[in-house]
Structure formats: structure tokens, C-alpha cells
């Protein structure tokens, strides 16, 4: 295999706790990309998006590299990889401070946002981004961006998002003994708001919940910036063990007779046929019918988005959601889940896929990889390839000095 990897060739990891998935994509002219590889592997050694056996990590993400190189033709050197798992956690702060000379510089701002990263961090938690969501200055209007302003005190009003020091350390960890260097970590529902998410519905107001296998990661944007973040440890898997453990099967075969027959809202199975699964004993066959497999799937669907809804409730974020819900992930796949999103939060419902070119392999727009392709859009947008490299010290420390900005260049 020839030893290629130009400055036009970015690459995006999406380690999750049932799937790895690699896309290797060719830069294009601005900010379009091409994708040219994908490699896919069963994710083993994640729970809840966090490591829990690096050795079985590392061969799955060996396994989803190695196809995704044979496809694109190359060898994969370094890539972008996106981080969840419920140890994120998030708040808002604020922050004052005076102008110096009168007049706002980047000075001002990197002064204010110290001020407001200055808060109470649980122990093993580290601040991974701060995130300003707007300025005030003399207490008049709100400003996106205050340089060059004049004015006597900066305020601003700013989203802190932190995360166990010692998830992205082994999260680094097992792509490097995989044999690819992070270039950069990115928050997971960033990503994938990047991917499924218009300008219009950032600025106007949205919510986006990303249903993956192992969390479900919410994200709130208004005036084209990032409101609120949580992670669910609520996810797909849960479907899956919760149909294993009710039709008396095993996990494999709950998962292939949940992705084929599973229905999230009642009101849209059309046909109460039976269907014959494997047992739990061994190779004995039962048969159910598929009204017992919605009585299932179903409750678990309504915790989840009840969960969201207490959410935004209980953070007061109604306001800021005028242009409704995305869902995304593999669990927004499951049929009528938007539907029953919609009688829960009595706003418009969507189902977000990734909007990309026509160029891109049609296989793409599901919602199962509008992280891994958000990655890319957010590799492309950094046009720096290998910008590791470009930074001093130990890995750890340099992977978080990058993740402290991604956020404002990208969005």
C-alpha cells in the first residue's frame, strides 16, 4: 500500500460504544469534502461512550481503520475524533472585566473568558471548552463579536463544558496503539449539529438530540450559538437489552428484530404480525408478535424524550427552540420515534441526516454518521491536518490546548 497522506486528505474517527466508524474524505475547493473512504467495525470495549478495555478498543478501531485505508487507497496517519460519554458535563458562567485603553482587543476577550472559566470543577473533571455565547459592553446590547468596540467594562455570558481528564486520556490512548494520532478531539453533538443542522436553524432556535448506541447527547443553539449540552446515559443499547431481557432472546438477535420490526410509537404499527426469534436457551425458536416488541421499545423511547423535554424545561429553554427538534443517530431510525417526539414537546420534528454533496456515497445521509461526517466538515474547516505537531509538551496536554478553541472557529 503506497504511503499517502496529503494535505488534502482529512480523516474522522467516530468511536461509539456499538459501532467504529473511519471516513477518509479529499478537501475540496472551500469547505466541501469528498468522501473517498469508509471502514466499519463492531465497537467492543465502550459503555456508555467511555473506555472500559483498551485492548478490545484498539482492535476495533484497528478493524474500522484497516477497511477504511484499503477503500481510500492510503494509510492513515492521524485523525479527528469526537468525545461523549457521561461524564460530560456542562454549565453557564459569566464573566466582567475592565477595558484596557478603551478599547475592545483580544486581550479583553481572552481576559473576560478566564474570568468566566473561573468556577468550581468536581475533582477529576477538567474544562474542556468555553465556550462565549454573547458580550455585553457598558451593559448596552448584546454583541456576538466585541473587538475593535469601545467602551469602559466586557461582559460575557459563557457555556463551560468539562469532562473527565482520565476518559480522554485513554480515549487518546487507544487510538494511538491503533496506530493514528488525534489531531483534535470534538464534543460529539457539536459534530453532529454541524452535520445535520441549517444556519437558519442554528440562528433561529433548535434543539438536536443525537440517539447513538451507548448516550444520547442534546444540544440547544439560538443566534447561531450554542446554548446547552447534556448527555443521556440512555441510549440505543437500552432498546436492545431491554427487548433481550423482555422476549427472553440474546443481545444479537434483539438487536437485528429491533432494527427490522421495531416501531417506537404504537399508533404506527400497521400490521400485528408474528414473527419467529431465537431463545435466550439456545437454539430453541419462540414466536412473538410484533405488538409485544412495540410494548417494549416504546416506554423506553418516552423516557429518553421525557428526559429532554424535563430538560429544557427545567432549564427554561423553551424560548430558545422556536424551529423545533432534530433527531439524529442510529436510534432516530427506529419508525415513529419523531412522531412521538412531536406529542411530547408539541413543536415541529425532524429527523436529521447529514447534508452532504452529491459527490458523497449515498450510504452517508443516515443519521448513523452525521458524527463521523460533522468530524470531517470540522477537519476541514481547521485545514490543518497534522496541526499536532504544531504544539509543544505531552499529548494530553496538547490535545485539550486545541480543544479549548475549536468551538468558535467552527460555529
Known sequence: MAKV?????????DIGTTKICVLVAQRLEGSAVEVIGVGHAPSHGLRKGVVVDIGKTVQSIKAAVKEAELMAGCTIETGYIGISGGHIQSLNSHGVVPIKNGEVRPFDVAHVLAAARAVKVPEGQ???????????????????????????????QAHIITGATASVQNLVKCSELAGVKVTD?????????????????????????????????????QQGSIRHTMVLPVAGNHFTNDVAVGLRTTLKE????????????????????????ASVEGNKKQTIEVKRLVEIIQPRAQEILTLVHEEILKRHLRSYVTAGLVL??????????????????????????????????????????????????????????????KLDGPLIKRVFTRMKSWVNDFF
Open 328 to 389: 439524529t443517530g442510529g436510534g432516530s431510525l427506529l419508525k415513529g420515534i419523531d412522531e412521538l417526539a412531536r406529542r411530547i414537546f408539541s413543536i415541529p420534528v425532524r429527523i436529521g441526516k447529514p447534508r452532504i454533496p452529491l459527490s458523497t456515497p449515498e450510504s452517508l445521509e443516515s443519521p448513523m454518521y452525521a458524527t463521523a461526517y460533522g468530524l470531517l466538515l470540522y477537519a476541514v474547516s481547521k485545514g490543518d491536518v497534522a496541526g499536532m505537531e
Open 126 to 156: 477538567q474544562i474542556l471548552h468555553v465556550l462565549p455565547q454573547y458580550f455585553v459592553i457598558d451593559g448596552q446590547e448584546r454583541v456576538l463579536d466585541p473587538i475593535g468596540m469601545h467602551g469602559i467594562r466586557l461582559e460575557v
Open 185 to 221: 478531539i470534538v464534543l460529539e453533538q457539536l459534530a453532529s449539529a454541524a452535520a445535520v443542522l441549517s444556519p437558519d436553524e442554528r440562528e433561529l432556535g433548535i434543539c438536536m438530540l443525537d440517539i447513538g448506541g451507548g448516550t444520547s447527547d442534546f444540544a440547544v443553539y
Open 5 to 13: 497522506f496529503s494535505d488534502r486528505l482529512v480523516v474522522a474517527i
Open 254 to 277: 434483539a438487536e437485528r428484530i429491533k432494527k427490522e420490526y421495531g416501531v417506537a410509537f404504537a399508533e404506527f404499527l400497521k400490521e400485528n404480525r408474528a414473527v419467529e426469534i
